[in-house]
């Protein structure tokens, strides 16, 4: 009897696990969500006995910018309950903030199971360069970004007396830091897209020009100013990050992949 030709196994194989029903699959992101909740709580707590420390590294820069203009150096409330309230809410976004990793890992483990053996290596570097990320955006929108539009808005206003209050001062905070975060996440976002084959290094490459337009379009609604200075501020790190995006997008993509793999079967 002929021996039958075996067949070659698969090299990018999924893990032996039934397939997850539609119900299965709201079941663990039940579950997930619960660990995340549970997490961020404890975070909260832990983050609450610190808040006020928290919320004075937070006003910081408007502090800076009064000074510098010669100006009270004091943030107002109109509302008796309003402080509380802004420390339950730092509270919650910085115990969110420190609890990112586990928060992270559950989001991995909800979707790892419909990915393939070699791409699940990824959870490591996933997890630190999208809190790395993170963190150099946050870090760079509070130490460039906001202080220079601060002191540009404060000193256009200098002819008025500000009066501050912490919630509007806090809301602008947190959309510059944390719109600045997420913006240093596009590398993270391009190396998910490439791996699903969604986008490629040469699309990317090819409509180079258009991203920048783009680019300086969302850099000029973002930014809480008008002028020029500060959307270049804005749109620098953005450019920079599009650029890495593509090499990241030439890394992972199927095809380079693939190429890869016939190039080495053929040494």
Not at 7 to 22: I, L, R, S, W, Y
Not at 87 to 107: C, D, E, N, R, T
Not at 227 to 244: E, G, K, S
Request: glycine content about 6%.
């Amino acid at each position: 009897m002929p021996d039958v030709a075996e067949v070659p196994p698969v090299e990018e194989e999924k893990d032996a696990m039934p397939t997850m029903g539609f119900l299965d699959h709201l079941e663990e992101l039940r579950r997930r969500l619960v660990y995340s909740i549970a997490a961020v709580a404890v975070g909260f707590f832990a983050c609450w006995w610190k808040v006020e420390k928290i919320y004075e590294y937070m006003q910081r820069p408007i502090i800076d910018a009064l000074r510098a203009n010669g100006m009270a150096e004091k943030l107002v409330y109109l509302n008796p309950t309003e402080p509380f309230n802004l420390y339950l809410k730092i509270a919650a976004l910085a115990g969110l903030f420190l609890m990112s990793p586990f928060v992270l890992y559950q989001v991995w483990m909800f979707i790892s199971p419909g990915l393939y053996r070699k791409e699940k290596k990824y959870v490591v570097p996933f997890m630190v360069s999208t809190i790395t990320l993170f963190v150099c955006g946050g870090l760079f929108g509070y130490k460039i970004v906001y202080p220079a539009a601060l002191n540009f808005l404060i000193n256009f206003g200098k002819q008025f007396q500000p009066m501050i209050t912490i919630g509007e001062y806090t809301s602008l905070f947190l959309s510059i830091i944390l719109g600045m975060g997420l913006i240093f996440e596009m590398p993270i976002l391009v190396f998910f897209l490439s791996l699903m084959g969604i986008v490629s290094a040469g699309f990317m490459l090819k409509n180079f020009r258009y991203s920048i337009l783009v680019i300086f379009i969302l850099a000029a609604i973002v930014t809480p100013t008008t002028d020029i200075l500060n959307m270049c501020i804005f749109a620098a790190p953005m450019i920079a990050l599009y650029a890495v995006s593509i090499g990241v997008a030439w890394l992972v993509h199927p095809k380079t992949r693939a190429a890869r793999r016939e190039k080495q079967a053929a040494k």
